[in-house]
C-alpha cells in the first residue's frame, strides 16, 4: 500500500516536470519565433505617408519624402513652388508681388500667370498642354508635367495611395541588386513592418548602408529598409543615359586674359579727364566707368554715359564696360529685385544705354545684398543675361570674398548665366572693422580664389586688387582707418620714418609707429604685395585681373599686372 502510494506520487511529480518541461519548451519555440522568425505584419500605406485627411498626396523626391505634399486636380500633380526650386529646377522664379510664375531659358522670360493654360514670351502668347500653375492656400504649385519639360527627371503617378514618385539623379548614383523575392521593412529589422515587396534581379537606388540592411528606394515610392544577405554582391554606382537636352548657355568671353580697371566717375567732369587718368597705365584692355546708378524702387537710373569717353577708349585699345551700382540709400535693392516690373525697366535701361553709347559690356555691382534679397538678384542676372546674349554685350559681375554668410550670391548659377564672375578681394578688413589688418591678405585672397572656383569655371573668374591701403589708428582700445591710394600710402610711410618689413604670412610690406596714445599700423598694397597676387592668376589658370581703382595707384604697378597675365 505504501509502495503504491509512492509509485502514485512519483508518477505525478515526473507529470509535472514533463508539463513544466513542454511548456519551457513552448516557450522556447515561442521565443525563437518572436525572436527569428520575420514578421509578416504591414504598414498601413496611409499611416506610412502621414498625409490622410490633408487634402494632399505625398511626394517622394529621390529617396525623400516631403514635408509638404502635392495637390492632384484633374488627373494633373501640382508641385509645392519651394519643392521644385529646392530639389528640382532652381530657375522657376515665383514673383508674389505681381502673381506670376517665371522661367527663364538662355534666350527667353516665360510669364505665366496662375489658372493659365499658356504663357507670354515678350509679346507672344503660346499654348500649354494644362494649367501650368496654381495659388492654393496663397502658397503657388508648379504642374509637374510642365516641370518636366524644362527638366531632367522621371515621375510616376501611383494609387491607393495616391502619391507621386520623381528621381532627378541620374549620375553615379549607388544601386543594389535583389538576389531574391523579398521585403523592403519599415526599419532596419525582421520585426519591422513591411512597405512593400521586391522581386528578384530588381534594382534599387541605395540611400545607406548599414552592414546587415540597406537603406533603399523603390519605385513605388517607399524608403525602407532590405536585408544585406538578399541582396547581390557589394552596392555599386550606376549612371543613366537621358535623352533630355538641356538649355545650352553661350558665353561672350575674349580669347585673352582680361586686364580691367574701374574708373570712378561722380559726375559728367570726370569723363573729360580719361586721357589725363589713364597718363602712364599699360597693359589695361577694359575700363569700367561706374556710370550708372539705381535711384529709386521702380527701377530706373541716372546715366553718366559718354560717347566720347568710349570713342577715346576704343581708339586706345580698351573695352568700355558699363558700371550699375545700388549706393543710393533711398532705393530699397531688394524692392526693385523682387518686382518683375521693376527689373524688367531696370534691364531696359541698361540694355538701351549700352546700345546707345556703343559700350562693350555690363558690370553689375550690387553690393550687400540681403539674404532675402537673393533669388531676385540672380532672377535679375538671367534676364539681363538674355538681352546681353542678344546684342552682344559681355556681363560681368562683381562679388564679395565667398564667405558663408553670401552664400545667397548663387555664384554657381553667376558662372552659368554671366560672361564674367569678378572677386572683389579687398575689404578683408574694412572700414569700421573692430581690428586692424590686412585689406587683402595673400591666405585670405587665395582662399577666395580657391571658394570661387569651386563654384565657378576658372576661365570665367577675375580677381579684383586693391590699389588701397588703410591707415590704421588705435587709442586706448579704439580703433578707426583711413583709406589711402598707393602714393598717399607712401607718402605717409616717409613722412613718419616708419620702417617697413616684408611680412611674409600676409605677403604685404608691415610698419607701425606710435604717436602719444596711439598706435598708427600699415599693411601696404604695392608693387610687390600685388605681384604676389598676380601668382594666383597663373595658379588657378583665372581670366584675369580687375582693380580699385584708377588713380590710386603707382605707376610701376601696371607692368606687374601686365606680367602676371602674360
Request: glycine share 8%; net charge negative.
Amino acid at each position: 500500500m505504501l509502495y503504491r502510494k509512492r509509485k502514485q506520487k512519483l508518477t505525478l511529480i515526473m507529470a509535472v516536470l514533463a508539463l513544466i518541461l513542454f511548456i519551457g519548451v513552448i516557450g522556447l519555440a515561442v521565443h525563437i519565433i518572436q525572436k527569428y522568425i520575420p514578421t509578416k505584419d504591414r504598414m498601413d500605406p496611409v499611416a506610412y505617408y502621414g498625409m490622410e485627411d490633408s487634402g494632399e498626396i505625398p511626394l517622394i523626391f529621390g529617396g525623400e519624402i516631403l514635408e509638404k505634399g502635392g495637390r492632384l486636380a484633374d488627373g494633373n500633380v501640382f508641385v509645392p513652388f519651394d519643392a521644385v526650386t529646392g530639389y528640382l529646377n532652381k530657375r522657376f522664379y515665383w514673383d508674389s508681388n505681381e502673381n506670376i510664375l517665371l522661367y527663364t531659358t538662355p534666350t527667353e522670360r516665360m510669364i505665366i500667370a496662375p489658372e493659365a493654360n499658356s504663357y507670354m514670351v515678350g509679346e507672344e502668347s503660346r499654348s500649354a498642354e494644362g494649367i501650368i500653375c496654381k495659388v492654393i492656400d496663397g502658397a503657388p504649385y508648379v504642374n509637374i508635367a510642365f516641370v518636366k519639360q524644362m527638366t531632367d527627371i522621371e515621375y510616376t503617378l501611383l494609387q491607393q495611395p495616391d502619391r507621386l514618385a520623381v528621381q532627378y539623379q541620374w549620375s553615379d548614383v549607388p544601386v543594389v541588386q535583389v538576389k531574391e523575392d523579398t521585403q523592403v521593412r519599415y526599419r532596419g529589422g525582421i520585426k519591422s513592418e513591411i512597405l512593400t515587396e521586391v522581386e528578384k534581379g530588381k534594382t534599387l537606388r541605395m540611400l545607406d548602408d548599414l552592414d546587415d540592411w540597406k537603406c533603399v528606394v523603390t519605385d513605388d515610392g517607399y524608403v525602407g529598409y532590405i536585408k544585406t544577405s538578399k541582396l547581390e554582391g557589394e552596392p555599386q554606382t550606376q549612371s543613366y543615359e537621358r535623352e533630355f537636352q538641356a538649355p545650352q548657355y553661350t558665353s561672350i568671353t575674349r580669347d585673352h586674359p582680361i586686364n580691367l580697371t574701374w574708373h570712378q566717375v561722380t559726375n559728367t567732369d570726370a569723363n573729360d579727364m580719361l586721357d589725363m587718368m589713364l597718363e602712364g597705365v599699360s597693359g589695361v584692355n577694359v575700363i569700367s566707368p561706374t556710370w550708372f546708378s539705381i535711384i529709386n524702387n521702380q527701377g530706373e537710373i541716372s546715366s553718366l554715359a559718354s560717347l566720347e569717353y568710349v570713342q577715346k577708349a576704343h581708339a586706345m585699345g580698351m573695352e568700355v564696360w558699363g558700371l550699375v551700382s545700388n549706393f543710393d540709400e533711398n532705393v530699397s535693392t531688394f524692392e526693385v529685385l523682387s518686382h518683375t516690373s521693376s527689373r524688367t525697366k531696370l534691364i531696359h535701361q541698361l540694355i538701351h544705354q549700352a546700345r546707345q553709347f556703343g559700350l562693350d559690356g555690363i558690370n553689375v555691382d550690387l553690393e550687400e545684398l540681403s539674404e532675402d534679397a537673393g533669388a531676385h538678384f540672380i532672377q535679375f542676372l538671367r534676364e539681363l543675361s538674355i538681352q546681353c546674349r542678344l546684342y552682344q554685350i559681355v556681363l560681368s559681375v562683381d562679388n564679395p570674398v565667398p564667405q558663408e554668410y553670401t552664400a545667397h550670391y548663387d555664384r554657381q548659377e553667376q558662372g552659368v548665366v554671366a560672361d564674367y564672375v569678378i572677386i572683389m578681394g579687398y575689404d578683408e578688413n574694412y572700414a569700421g572693422s573692430p581690428t586692424a589688418g590686412s585689406v587683402a591678405s595673400y591666405p585670405w585672397v587665395k582662399q577666395g580664389v580657391e571658394d570661387t572656383v569651386a563654384a565657378v569655371p576658372a576661365q570665367k573668374v577675375i580677381n579684383a586688387v586693391p590699389f588701397y591701403t588703410r591707415v590704421w589708428k588705435t587709442t586706448a582700445g579704439v580703433v578707426s582707418s583711413e583709406a589711402l591710394g598707393m602714393w598717399d600710402a607712401a607718402r605717409f610711410v616717409k613722412k613718419n620714418k616708419i620702417e617697413t618689413y616684408w611680412d611674409k604670412n600676409v605677403c604685404q610690406n608691415y610698419g607701425e609707429f606710435s604717436d602719444a596714445d596711439t598706435l598708427y599700423q600699415v599693411w601696404l598694397e604695392d608693387a610687390q604685395s600685388l605681384e604676389v597676387k598676380m601668382g594666383l592668376v597663373k595658379e588657378y589658370g583665372l581670366a584675369g585681373v580687375a582693380s580699385w581703382r584708377l588713380g590710386f595707384e603707382q605707376k610701376n604697378v601696371w607692368q606687374v599686372l601686365k606680367n602676371g597675365l602674360e
